[in-house]
T-cell receptor, first 114, second 112 residues
Framework: AQSVTQLGSHVSVSEGALVLLRCNYSSSVPPYLFWYVQYPNQGLQLLLKYTTGATLVKGINGFEAEFKKSETSFHLTKPSAHMSDAAEYFCAVRGGGATNKLIFGTGTLLAVQP | DGGITQSPKYLFRKEGQNVTLSCEQNLNHDAMYWYRQDPGQGLRLIYYSQIVNDFQKGDIAEGYSVSREKKESFPLTVTSAQKNPTAFYLC???????????FGDGTRLSIL
């Protein structure tokens, strides 16, 4: 069965500092992995995805993530945090079988301090 | 603009009442999903549909019902059997294998 663990429900960084949000997955099949961002009272917006191929994936707003099979990880990073990055971030893995449903982690709330 | 429209944005339910949340998409996507979001629990799948006139239960389907009579529409009914309906409900759709779902802006349901 597929599952996702996000380490750290709250992360706080200073503006300009490195952002690192951790995600570990479990999957019985080659995983498709995703990061989404959610601003208050809004839906989820896709940041980036990994399906196959290059393990370093670049997304929108300067974010990137690296798929590491040996560590079953897909951590999200951004070199320099902006105030506008404050939001909740969700890691997800595609569920098994013929469907495209996603299994989500519990989310990490990112705070950016001035 | 292409996208997913959820309505209403806020909804209140009285004791013993059924309420229906609307989800419409004009992306021509085959698959549609309903997720429930509670603080600290992430998103949990309620129901999903891969094609018109067919749908499957997700992880927390009890107390909910859906229909998929049209490709564009996937309404969710929260029945009186759902004893803890207060949550943020998100509808999503996707075009197929490997394609990440797109999400609507959600409906927040509260109990009066």
């Amino acid at each position: 069965a597929q599952s996702v663990t996000q380490l750290g429900s709250h992360v706080s960084v200073s503006e300009g500092a490195l952002v690192l949000l951790r995600c570990n997955y479990s999957s019985s099949v080659p995983p498709y992995l995703f990061w989404y961002v959610q601003y208050p009272n809004q839906g989820l917006q896709l940041l980036l995805k990994y399906t196959t191929g290059a393990t370093l994936v670049k997304g929108i707003n300067g974010f990137e993530a690296e798929f590491k099979k040996s560590e079953t990880s897909f951590h999200l990073t951004k070199p320099s945090a902006h105030m506008s990055d404050a939001a909740e971030y969700f890691c997800a893995v595609r569920g098994g079988g013929a469907t495209n449903k996603l299994i989500f982690g519990t989310g990490t709330l990112l705070a950016v301090q001035p | 603009d292409g996208g997913i429209t959820q309505s209403p944005k806020y909804l209140f339910r009285k004791e013993g009442q059924n309420v229906t949340l609307s989800c419409e998409q004009n992306l021509n996507h085959d698959a549609m999903y309903w997720y429930r979001q509670d603080p600290g629990q992430g998103l949990r799948l309620i129901y999903y549909s891969q094609i018109v006139n067919d749908f499957q239960k997700g992880d927390i389907a009890e107390g909910y019902s859906v229909s998929r009579e049209k490709k564009e529409s996937f309404p969710l009914t929260v029945t009186s059997a759902q004893k803890n309906p207060t949550a943020f409900y998100l509808c999503a759709s996707s075009s197929g294998q490997g394609a990440p779902p797109s999400f609507g802006d959600g409906t927040r349901l509260s109990i009066l």
